[in-house]
């Protein structure tokens, strides 16, 4: 089966444009969380989505969104880029909300910021 | 809040001999601990966790946790290291409500030397 996927694995943007993060559940996975991870330091918690509904956010600004589709897919969204936004950004899926269910990350999206 | 903190960020190690990754956090409720594996250019595998019951959990690749409440730590050990065990590790924790929330601290770098 496949794992969590992420595209795009790379991408380079220039400050102030925006970008668009994609990724995919495990199968029958309904949860997916979104993780910023800058270079030298542990992931950090952007948000939470579990039946389409967003379910937590992390203390992100507002230029931060994301949404989840009917087929549990999802995608995080950052405007107006900075250059700290530049980070591995991890998406992870989970059969649900539950604490205790393992958690399954993706490979990530390496996100640099010029 | 709640807090993790990782007391090595650097932890290198001969093959073959013990090692102990320490992990202590900080929360006012009860947590659910995690240890989560990144080798180069990955993302985040789950290693080890502890949601209740007995206070020592094991991975299958040989490492080991052990819970301890009065010292609010978690700390990763393994008898014998192999080469392949060279990467980050990080320590994480989550809370009952907050299934798929998890904040880490901010990794450990084990660096097994032949």
């Known amino acids: 089966d496949a794992g969590v996927t992420q595209s795009p694995t790379h991408l380079i943007k220039t400050r102030g444009q925006h970008v668009t993060l994609r990724c995919s559940p495990i199968?029958?996975?309904?949860?997916v969380s979104w993780y910023q991870q800058v270079l030298g330091q542990g992931p950090q918690f952007i948000f939470q989505?579990?039946?389409?509904?967003?379910?937590g956010r992390g203390n992100f600004p507002d230029r931060f969104s994301a949404r989840q589709f009917p087929n549990y897919s999802s995608e995080l969204n950052v405007n107006a880029l900075l250059l700290g936004d530049s980070a591995l950004y991890l998406c992870?899926?989970?059969?649900?909300?539950?604490?205790?269910?393992?958690?399954?990350f993706g490979e990530g999206s390496w996100l640099t910021v010029v | 809040a709640q807090s993790v903190t990782q007391l090595d960020s650097q932890v290198p190690v001969f093959e073959e001999a013990p090692v102990e990754l320490r992990c202590n956090y900080s929360?006012?409720?009860?947590?659910?601990l995690f240890w989560y594996v990144q080798y180069p250019n990955q993302g985040l595998q789950l290693l080890l966790k502890?949601?209740?019951?007995?206070?020592l959990v094991e991975s299958i690749n040989g490492f080991e946790a052990e819970f301890n409440k009065s010292q609010t730590s978690f700390h990763l050990r393994k008898p014998s290291v192999h080469i392949s065990d060279t990467a980050e590790y990080f320590c994480?924790?989550?809370?009952?409500?907050?299934?798929?929330?998890?904040?880490f601290g901010q990794g450990t770098e084990l660096s097994v030397k032949p």
């Open positions: 992870a899926s989970s059969t649900d909300r539950v604490v205790g269910n393992t958690i399954y």
């Open positions: 199968s029958g996975h309904k949860s």
């Open positions: 989505y579990y039946e389409k509904e967003e379910r």
């Open positions: 929360s006012s409720v009860s947590v659910y």
């Open positions: 502890y949601l209740s019951g007995s206070t």
């Open positions: 994480a924790v989550s809370r009952s409500g907050q299934g798929g929330k998890l904040i």
